[in-house]
């Protein structure tokens, strides 16, 4: 099974965070943040809308390859750890 970067989201769910993604880059948005946890708790992951776009072509590429072809997908490069206590 490949590799996903949102397991257990649809392809339409995929479909409208691309288009989300896309809104943000018309808008001049540079970075994008996202809280896990209560709003109090302070873990933040901020990724660039570049790296977002790309995780979310890859996913719809494994989900339908027709559509999203590889010619249009930068495979990931590298992988960092983030430990929590």
Same mark, same amino acid.
């Given at each position: 099974?490949?590799?996903?970067?949102?397991?257990?989201? #649809? =392809?339409?769910?995929?479909? +409208?965070?691309? #288009? &989300? *993604?896309?809104?943000?880059?018309? &808008? %001049?948005?540079? @970075?994008? +943040?996202? %809280?896990? %946890? &209560?709003?109090?708790?302070?873990? =933040?992951? =901020?990724?660039?809308? &570049?790296? !977002? =776009?790309?995780? @979310?072509?890859? /996913?719809?590429?494994?989900?339908?390859? *027709?559509?999203?072809?590889?010619? /249009?997908? #930068?495979?990931?490069?590298?992988?960092?750890?983030?430990? !929590? /206590?």
């Amino acid at each position: 099974m490949a590799f996903r970067y949102f397991p257990g989201k #649809s =392809q339409a769910w995929l479909e +409208s965070a691309l #288009s &989300d *993604v896309l809104q943000e880059r018309r &808008d %001049g948005r540079a @970075i994008s +943040s996202t %809280g896990s %946890g &209560d709003v109090n708790a302070a873990f =933040q992951n =901020q990724r660039s809308i &570049d790296a !977002r =776009q790309n995780e @979310i072509l890859h /996913d719809l590429n494994v989900l339908d390859a *027709v559509t999203y072809p590889r010619a /249009d997908i #930068s495979r990931p490069t590298s992988t960092t750890a983030r430990f !929590r /206590d």
